[in-house]
């Protein structure tokens, strides 16, 4: 043979070098593996899988993978293959070569291969593979006489030279495509399958060309060289375009890398009795423990992804190919058995005979997430508690909580932005938030598109479906607001030009004018023109069970915020101990207040003021009487008045606007005396900055008998509710506290009007009164705030804003920018920065219970929902985290799972320790943790 030598050589050289060179290459055949499930970071998802089912007698075509290690050495050696690589490679072709019994390039019995990608974690079509290497214009012809199947022999070539053209030459497919059909006319047949031998010879002569012309060299002949080529070519798919973008949307990180498996090839295409397909041990779709799948007669894998030919359902298989289907069965109970998951199996029948090409653990949606994971742990008793719990991404469980587009609608959207929550809305545009109160009165469903919202434009966002912005991030208004409601909202949708005057948006080409029907995909952040089916939250008993397993388990808390009664219930609906935030601005906004806040506002004198301010107090009365019943007996946690005053006036530039019109005209001069009025206190309230402005507790100190107001509507409710019997905490909340001096004055301000309530009413509620941490200097000086302070809550979309220096609602220009360069790795106003806020939170808790041991911290700002953010708030020792009511399952699962975690990598530390004292730091950790417990209850 041609290579025999260089390849004894290759395995000599291999053997001698190894103690020097790493080990990169690990082989799979016939039973025995080098490799195990254990060495998923080396060998990749597929190449560990693949050893582990060899060990345990699984039919797995021969093989070897490379690994990530030799990816790491070749990316570093400047995309060359490193010393020892190649010699490993060769001698694992001649074990692969031994066990198949064939070997690559032997023109009588040719040994084909595929050349497969896989990383550590499935990254699902992002990457490339070649199949059917090996063929050459001599070994077609061996494996046309073998096979006695001249036909299937040259589909087999044209194949390779496509993929391989495509994925290694880097030639656009649709050079072969228009060939192949072309060849399709000629011959007069409707799919590739009816293509005849000789036709298919011709068209493997045309795509030589293409391949020469385009290359500039002619179709590579050595096996050897081609498997070079193929294996260089699939470590760079790590870095095609939808592998990046696919690692950063789901946070993987660049430097795993993929490994390479060669395995033979083995053939669904040789006949009626061969076949290929895919199966899950449980519906990936609803979890319930049935087989599932599909399969193709007399076809290759590439077949079944492309959807040229309909895929029959698995249950066929038993009658088709009975002993196949037997065998099949027996192996996936095998699978899910040993890996107690359910498994997502890619197998291949050649001429009867089953081969596993791959198993994994199976994507599913969370409703089929949380029922595997609850059957497997109850009924089935495979996996424990905690296993069941870690089963279930957290983020996911927000799918069950909201409407959602059906996942099987295809649709091509017109505008993308940033997905604030997961819920989806269909609805008719309308751009004026009036309008959509109005509409919705009439019962229409109504979608806001607007280029950004502010907090007058509440109502209508709540009477909409759905809410869509141009500008904004995260955390922009209309984020926050929606989020809270659980409402569908899209925002920072570049390509939206809302163009208001002519009632209509542009996006791109397409127009889209008032009234007419638009889908937004909450879960993606897409804008589809028309109606997309949407499909209902499900609430099984399923998910009540883990909801219930992950507040039992949870050491960190969880609460939510909460602005009104029916959002009080509701997060009591979805498992909430409290609220940990309840705006009292956004109770300013109902349609009878804003006159009352408007007059407080424009008065000229405190008496004024004073009267607008007692005008108030019975509204918030009210309101906070409703949230102390629905909440009783677990805390509700007030904070005082925060947003500049201009927020609740009109827009300066639409008073501006008709004050000038009247002006012009001279009529209506009550009107304008009273625009007149209000542009000039605009203009006296008008800061460069506001958010850095008169807000917060600055506010409070400032315009006293607001704060006064509010405290004493708190404590009148609270001894009001406390009066039916009921259990009220009130922990009353001052906001943007960042110097001592102010901690101390509104502490004094707020004990001296409850003390008084108390006293009016003979009722001795209990109350306490604590500070919002979200101006950086509160965290550094958070000890002697402490002294006045019985209850810290980070405000971390403030103190993301000023650690970092963005502002929270123009971070949208920038960020797109920065997330494609990687000047940051996620939007830190959604992800917790750990590094920079998270340090000055650690801080803020050590200094803060330096003061009061055992202080009660908690978190309100959007990341106390995001379950990166709770799992490191459980590790600083925060007591308890507050969300969006529609994410307290989230949070407890994520609170859950941390605790899990640190458990486990405890008890690692322990061993680790083998009987020794415990280290100091885990045992501090478990007091922290004691205490935690008990204060947050
Ligand atoms: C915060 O800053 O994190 C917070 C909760 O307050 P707001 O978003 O209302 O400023
Ligand atoms: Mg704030």
Redesign the pocket.
Known sequence: MAHTGSRKKARQRSRHSSARTPKYVYAFANGKAEGSSALRNLLGGKGCELAEMTKLGVPVPPGFTITTEAWAAYNAAGKKHPPGLWSQVTAGLAGLEAAAGTRLGDPARPLLVSVRSGARASMPGMMDTVLNLGLNDRTVEGLAQRTKNERFAWDCYRRFITLFGDVVLAIDRRAFDVRLDAAKARAGVKTDADLPAGALRELVTEFKSVVQSQTGRPFPQDPLEQLRLAIDAVFDSWWAKKAVDYRRIHRLPEDWGTAVTVMAMVFGNVGPTSGTGVCFSRDPASGERRFFGEFLVNAQGEDVVAGIRTPEPIDALKTRMPAVYRKLTAIKDRLEAHYRDMQDIEFTVQEGRLYILQTRSGKRTAAAAVRIAVEMSTKERRVDRDTALLRVEPASLHQLLVKTVDPRAKYAAIARGLPATPAAAVGKVVFEPERAVDMALREEKVILVRTETSPEDVAGMHAAQGVLTSRGGL?SHAA?VARGWGKCCVVGAGDVVVDEENHLFRAGRAVVREGQVITLNGATGEVIVGTQPLVDPTFSDEFKTLLGWARDRATTRVRA?ADTPADATKAREFGAEGIG?V?TEHMFFGEERIPIVREMIMAGDLQARKKAVDQLLPFQREDFIGIFRAMAPHPVTI?LL??PLHEFLPKYKEVLEEYTRLDARGFNPERHAELGLVKARLEALLEANPMLGHRGCRLGITFPEIYDMQVRAIMEAACEVAGEGLTVEPEIMI?LTGTVAEMKLTREMTDRVARQVISETGKNVRYAVGT?I?VPRAALVADRIAEHAEFFS??????T?MTYGYSRDDIGKFLPFYLEKKLLPHDPFAVLDQRGVGELMRIGIERGRRTVPGLKVGI???HGGEPSSVEFCHRIGMTYVSCSPYMVPVAWLAAAQAEIKEGEAQSKAGRQWQGEAQPKASRANMQSRHRRSKSAR
């Open positions: 955390t926050v915020n935030l705006r904070r925060d947003p906001p919002m979200e980070f405000g971390t979309n403030d103190l804003q309100c700002g959007e």
